[in-house]
RNA sequence: GGCGCUAUCGUCUAGGGGUCCAGGACGGGUGGUUCUCAGCCAUCAAACCGGGGUUCGAAUCCCCGUAGCGCUACCA
């Protein structure tokens, strides 16, 4: 019985980004849906790119998906450690082996050899391919070289004869290279630090995982890999390419276009919930018919078989429906308590209005909201005093005869209401309508822009009751006083 | 250039030879509900890359082409 364990192997050069979160995500899934163990390990043998603020960045973009590791940074476990750049001593050893049994030998050339040999292979039409010169020195040139203090770099020495090199992958089937269209590959760079190949492998041994599941910009790399496991005499995991995350142009997604890390959506007012769910779908599919999946629902039903092959596009639309689908999902108290933290790192201290008002808000904000940032642009006649008027609703108002007087007259109803409710404030302004003679509509349109400078906002009620009595006198006279100063309606005295 | 991967509505996808004049969802259009918006309900438009095969029968299998993407480093 071979148990499941799987790894997501980020190198540290930035944040999180949404294709590593799916990355992430799928074989957390894959771990929980077979009771298997999710490795998380560091690939940080690129000391000049590695910071260990990228570190700390990708670890708190894990934490906030909701993607715990069962062994890996911050947990320990059996396997360690879990940093590539503490693993030196243990590929340094098996380099050896590999040396010793002849397959792998140090190459001497330098990197501007390599250079220039390349750019002559490329200019001669031939494929850039190392020529192994140094796989042919002999003991004693190896010796001569590194007594003029040549720091050489370890190659993996692979098959005289061509072979194919092929493994049965989970999303795309039977996958074959020819091994003659690799070459000596690089496993220890001169200053003794692993490539990631090598790294990679040693590490996927030791760590005993059973099940890679990785981009499939990693695909050519599969081949090399499968020849390393050889040459060690293992046998390789298994493997599941998923394929790229595209941007909207059909290109690999990248910064240029727009946000990719799961911290930026998360700054963009998109939940966790929301983010799993979208990007669970991005490439994955139960039935083609339900959409909507928590991440405890998804450790239940996700197959690895199911992962489609075909890149996907990123839509930021279907993203923002996936959330807005969350959003309204979640037990008020929680809706209220997230919109409040959004709301609070935009400077924003709703809290001090007390748990009543801060929940008439946010219900008050209700579908409107697909996103938490929205509650910003929602909620705004109430997060700024006086909000913004649109030039559109305020020219509108403008061309409304007989606003004014209604403006007014609501304030005056509005101060004398005595009981400070929802069913109040709406009798209030329907009964007021009613003995204008008016349609409640024609009260209610100009109160909505007078008080929240939109056309559209949440119900007029609410948008009263929240601003509180003062405010909305207020806001009413105001827009009443500059109507008549502005209306070519106004009667001009 | 070489090698590899992929190819169903604008987008995410279901579909694994007949039940598909291809289903769902996002987005879009229209209508309804309503104080606006949102939401909700109803409804419409929208796809099997092209060409050969295989088969009684192909979206489904094979081949070729085309296109997109990836890799081609002492990066991961």
């Keep these: 019985m071979t148990s499941v364990r799987v790894r997501f192997a980020p190198s540290p050069t930035g944040f999180l980004h949404v294709g590593g979160a799916r990355t992430a995500l799928y ?35 894990l934490r906030w998906l909701g993607l715990s590791w069962d062994e890996g940074p911050g947990v320990g476990g059996e396997h360690g450690p879990y940093f590539q750049a503490q693993r030196h001593t243990r590929y340094a050893r098996v380099a050896e082996q590999l040396s010793a049994q002849g397959r792998a030998y140090p190459c001497f050339c330098t990197p501007e050899e390599l250079e220039a040999r390349r750019e002559q292979q490329l200019a001669r039409g031939e494929d850039p391919r190392y020529d192994r010169r140094c796989r042919t020195l002999s003991p004693a040139e190896r010796a001569a070289r590194a007594a003029l203090g040549l720091r050489p770099a370890l190659r993996f020495a692979l098959p005289e004869e061509s072979q194919e090199v092929a493994w049965d992958d989970v999303v795309r089937g039977r996958v074959a290279f020819r091994s003659d269209v690799l070459d000596d590959f690089v496993l220890l760079r001169a200053d003794g630090l692993p490539t990631y190949n090598f790294a990679c492998v040693v590490d996927d041994l030791e ?38 995350i595209l941007g909207p142009d059909g290109k690999r997604l990248s910064k240029r276009h727009g946000a990719t890390s799961v911290e930026a959506f998360g700054d963009q007012g998109i939940i966790p919930e929301g983010m799993v769910n979208f990007l669970a ?40 429906w996936v959330n807005a689908q969350h959003l309204k999902r979640l037990d008020e108290a929680d809706r209220v308590a997230r919109v409040m933290a959004f709301l609070s790192t ?9 748990p009543d008002w801060c929940t008439a808000f946010v219900r008050a904000l209700g579908d409107r909201i697909r996103t938490l940032a929205d509650a910003l642009e929602v909620g705004a006649f109430v997060l700024e ?27 005056v109803r509005v101060r004398e209401t005595r009981e400070w409710s929802l069913e109040a404030l709406e009798a209030g302004t329907r009964s007021l309508a009613n003995e204008l003679g008016v349609k409640p509509g024609e009260v209610i349109a100009p109160a909505r822009v007078a008080l929240t400078g939109r056309k ?38």
């Design 346 to 354: 935009r400077g924003h201290r709703l809290a001090e209005r007390g």
């Design 385 to 411: 005093d006086p909000p913004p008027m649109e030039s559109e609703a305020w020219a509108e108002l403008l061309g409304r005869a007989g606003a004014a007087e209604r403006l007014q007259a609501l304030a």
């Design 281 to 320: 779908l991005l490439g994955w599919a139960l039935d083609g018919q339900t959409e909507i999946f928590t991440l405890a629902e998804l450790e239940k039903v996700f197959a690895l078989e199911r992962v489609n092959p075909n890149p996907a596009v990123f839509d930021t639309q279907k993203l923002a």
């Design 207 to 244: 760590m005993r995982i059973s099940h890679v599941i990785r981009g499939d910009d990693h695909i050519s790399n599969t081949p090399r890999q499968i020849l390393l496991y050889e040459a060690m005499a293992a046998s390789p995991p298994v493997f599941a390419h998923a394929s790229m």
């Design 27 to 61: 074989n957390y899934l894959f771990a929980r849906s077979r009771g298997g163990t999710f490795v998380l390990r560091i690939e940080d043998t690129d000391a000049e790119r590695s910071t260990e603020a990228s570190v700390q960045a990708i670890l708190n973009g």
């Design 456 to 493: 559209a906002a949440p119900g007029i009620f609410e948008v009263m009751w929240l601003l509180g009595r003062d405010t909305v006198v207020a806001r009413l006279e105001a827009a009443a006083v500059r109507w008549r100063a502005e209306s070519p309606l106004a009667a001009r005295v």
